[in-house]
């Protein structure tokens, strides 16, 4: 099979027409590329915090979509419906007095399109834990404590964010052979599993999105982890009672929570209940401007003694310990 990429630059202020022109030759997926910044609304959404900064905007709009070609269908045949459609865009660019619009191409092999984005993901450390995609070995002379195996899919845990780095070099330093760990936001699960393969007895995960809690119980299996070790949960860490009921029933040595500061904030001061005596809260999903924020929040909470920020980027841990 061989898939073409078609980009048609144009402005933003021309998208919309753009668009619409090319839903009438049945083009309905596009991909939009911009630098418009997001709207507050947006930036108030969930997972705003992760967006990256864009360079300025200088108005410039990529339109592209892609189309899947047999191989029997002759080069001429595909070359004039394109040429149909571009000159269909053209007609549009002079009716409605468009700025004037690009157009290019790339043919992407089957071979590319499906095994490219791979090359991104390579084995990397965090500290002396090597995390690396299943499709990759362990490189020949590495030196490590261990190996945990995470591929990238619909949860957040790659391990490549500096939040989760932050998360898991806390574990690394706080943790001690057979701790409990509750994971709150466990996304892929990956800082549950690093926690039980560097000698965690028990892990106790949540997420409030069902999809990464199935992501996650499949992650724990692909690590060889055995299902005694641990519970995923489903649900809200602010919200749900039986929830907070479960963590309190079982507290554990580490709490973790790499989450937003939005949900870490209101999370400190409550999270000691999750905690056993002398027990370690490490949070992140922390954007450097809330860090004080999130000081002032476990400062709050008398049960819990603020230990470190421990810094990566842009991003914040805040560690503390249960009274
Ligand atoms: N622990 C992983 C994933 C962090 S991403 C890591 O460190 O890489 C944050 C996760 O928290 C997401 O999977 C999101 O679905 C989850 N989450 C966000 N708000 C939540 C809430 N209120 N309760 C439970 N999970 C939440």
């Known amino acids: 099979m061989i898939w073409s990429k078609y980009t048609i630059k144009t402005t933003t202020k021309d998208a919309d027409l753009v668009s619409a022109a090319l839903m009438d030759y049945g083009i309905f997926d596009i991909q939009i590329e911009n630098n418009v910044q997001l709207t507050d609304e947006e930036m108030n959404q969930m997972y705003a915090d992760f967006v990256k900064e864009l360079p300025e905007d200088d108005g410039t709009c990529f339109i592209s979509f892609f189309e899947e070609f047999d191989e029997e269908e002759s080069p001429e045949a595909r070359k004039l419906r394109i040429d149909g459609i571009w000159q269909g865009l053209k007609e549009t660019e002079e009716t409605f007095g468009l700025d004037p619009l690009e157009f290019s191409s790339e043919t992407l092999d089957s071979e590319d399109w499906e095994n490219k984005w791979k090359e991104y993901f390579k084995p990397f450390f965090v500290d002396d834990v090597m995390i690396k995609p299943t499709w990759e070995a362990i490189p020949e002379g590495a030196e490590y404590s261990t190996v945990i195996n995470i591929d990238p899919g619909m949860a957040f845990g790659t391990g490549m964010h500096e ?110 209940r999750y905690l056993k005596a002398g027990g370690i809260f490490i949070s992140s999903g922390i954007i450097d401007s809330k860090e004080q924020l999130i000081v002032d929040a476990v400062n709050a909470n008398p049960n819990l003694e603020l230990l470190d920020v421990v810094r990566g980027g842009d991003w914040r841990s805040v560690i503390a310990r249960r009274r």
């Open 163 to 272: 939040t989760t780095r932050l998360c898991l070099k806390g574990i690394r330093k706080y943790m001690k052979e057979g701790d409990t760990v509750t994971d709150l936001g466990c996304g892929s699960g990956i800082l549950s599993i690093g926690a039980l393969l560097l000698g965690a007895g028990y892990a106790r995960a949540v997420d409030i999105d069902p999809q990464a809690v199935a992501v996650a119980e499949e992650n724990f299996d692909v690590n060889g982890i055995s299902p005694e070790r641990f519970e995923i949960l489903t649900g809200n860490v602010l919200k749900d009672d039986s929830l907070d009921e479960t963590f309190s029933a079982h507290p554990a040595d580490i709490v973790v929570a790499n989450i937003l500061a939005d949900v870490i904030e209101p999370l400190s001061a409550v999270c000691d």
